[in-house]
Every structure is written in C-alpha cells, then in structure tokens.
C-alpha cells in the first residue's frame, strides 16, 4: 500500500474514519478488544499497521506498535503524550526509520517505523494484533512468516479484516466504500481519488487468504462483526512448534 496516502491522511486519520464509518469501525474495534480479552488480558503486544495507535486500548505493559507511516507516528506519539506518557530521551532513526521510547509506570510502549514484512524485534509477543492491516500488507506471505516469528509458542494472532463477502447488505456496504465515502472523503479531507483507491483494495480479501498462511495454528474464533464485511479471526499457536 503506498504510505504516502497514509502520510497525507495522518492528521484527520481519526476523525475521518469515525465520519466515513458512522462509528461502526469504533464498534468493531470495541468488539475485538473485548473478545481478546476473554483469552489473554496482559504480556507483550506487537500490534500491526497501528495507524495512530488505537490498539493501545487494550493497555498490556509492554506494547510495540509498528507502523511505516512517519505522519502517523507523530500523531501517535502526540496522542500518548497526552495520555501521561513520557517519551525516553533514545530515540533513534536507523536508515531513516523512528524507534521511539514511551514510559508512564509500569507501561511501556515502544514505536517502530516499519512494515509488517521487514519489522524485526529482540522478543516475541504474546499477542500480535492487525486491526483492518492485512489488506496493507504488499506480501501477505511475507508478513505471515515475520509474524510467525514474532510469536510466542502459545502465543495468540488476532485479526479484524473487510473481507469478500457475497451477501446484499454487504455488496451495498461495497457500493458505499466505493462510491460515497471517496465523496465524503473529498468534501472532509480533500482526498476522494485517494479513499477511492483504499475503497478498491476492499473487496481482494478472504478469511481463507489470511488464515491459509498459519497452518500451525489453532483457529480459536472466527465470526463475522455486527456488519457482515469485517471478519475477527483470533489464532492461538501451537504449542510445540520449535521455529
Ligand atoms: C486502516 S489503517 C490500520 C488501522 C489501525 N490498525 C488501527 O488500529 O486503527 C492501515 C495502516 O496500515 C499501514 N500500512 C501500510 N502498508 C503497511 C505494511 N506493509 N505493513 C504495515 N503497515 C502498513 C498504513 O500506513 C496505515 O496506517
């Protein structure tokens, strides 16, 4: 996905999207944390494609939020800040990529300018998250090697994805994306030829595209969401899988 539309988008990124989906994304959202939560409550986070850091709700200590948009990281950052986080003075830029530092009590966030399919962490998590990500990634594979190494045996993958979806509801939903929102878009953030970009990438997906990629898993949860285009999909790791 080309980074520059989500540079350009960063700063009216939260705003928008609580215009564009009448706040539906934020029930998604709301619905997924709570579903986590019911399997792991706390450990290390890796969340995917964090956009300006919404999986922070789901508040474990040690969170890393890894994202290659730099706008998005600054609003990211901002956001933390106002939260009481302070950011560490290292902070450094390798090869022109961030690698910030926030510490308020016993939490700890840690921001990494990169993709799913390049990022690389000294630890593994003990829960990865891709909010509305995968359809980002340019390599799915890719990625889903990375994240596979980046998990811990045991370890859980939680995924909310739009994925195809053949009913009418959601071909009208389709026809929304596609045609009202780049207009909403337009008047919002004078970006219509952009959303009408994103709007195109909706319909590439299936459940089956994303889950084919993680054969030593155990699909723990696999529904559609309230409107029958986003699918939550959480996976747990096997056990004994020795990578
Ligand atoms: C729809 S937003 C994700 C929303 C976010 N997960 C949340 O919780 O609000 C998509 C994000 O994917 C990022 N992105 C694009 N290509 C990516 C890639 N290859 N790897 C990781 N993130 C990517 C974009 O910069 C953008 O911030």
Redesign the pocket.
């Known amino acids: 996905?080309d980074?520059k539309i989500?540079d350009k988008l960063a700063k009216k990124y939260d705003l928008a999207t609580k215009i564009v989906s009448f706040g539906i994304e934020e029930i998604w959202r709301w619905m997924f944390i709570k579903e986590i939560k019911k399997y792991i409550q706390n450990g290390v986070l890796i969340d995917?494609?964090?956009?300006?850091g919404?999986?922070s709700r789901l508040n474990f200590d040690k969170m890393y939020f890894?994202?290659?948009?730099s706008e998005?990281i600054k609003v990211m950052v901002e956001k933390f800040k106002k939260q009481g986080f302070k950011q560490e003075k290292f902070e450094v830029h390798f090869q022109e990529r961030a690698y910030i530092k926030l510490k308020k009590e016993n939490k700890e966030i840690i921001i990494i300018q990169d993709?799913?399919?390049n990022f690389k962490i000294d630890e593994r998590a003990d829960l990865i998250t891709a909010?509305?990500?995968f359809r980002?990634?340019?390599d799915i594979k890719k990625?889903s090697e990375n994240i596979n190494k980046h998990l811990k045996n045991g370890g859980y993958l939680a995924i909310v994805e739009m994925v195809k979806n053949n009913s009418l509801f959601a071909k009208l939903i389709l026809w929304y994306m596609n045609k009202i929102v780049p207009l909403i878009a337009g008047l919002l953030v004078g970006m219509k030829e952009e959303y009408k970009m994103l709007g195109k990438s909706i319909d590439s997906l299936t459940q089956e595209d994303i889950i084919k990629n993680f054969n030593n898993y155990d699909v723990i949860v696999k529904k559609k969401l309230l409107f029958p285009i986003a699918s939550m999909i959480i996976m747990r790791k096997n056990e004994r899988e020795n990578i």
């Open positions: 996905m980074i989500y995917l494609a964090s956009a300006t919404g999986m890894v994202e290659p948009s998005m993709t799913a399919e909010f509305m990500a980002n990634f340019d990625a």
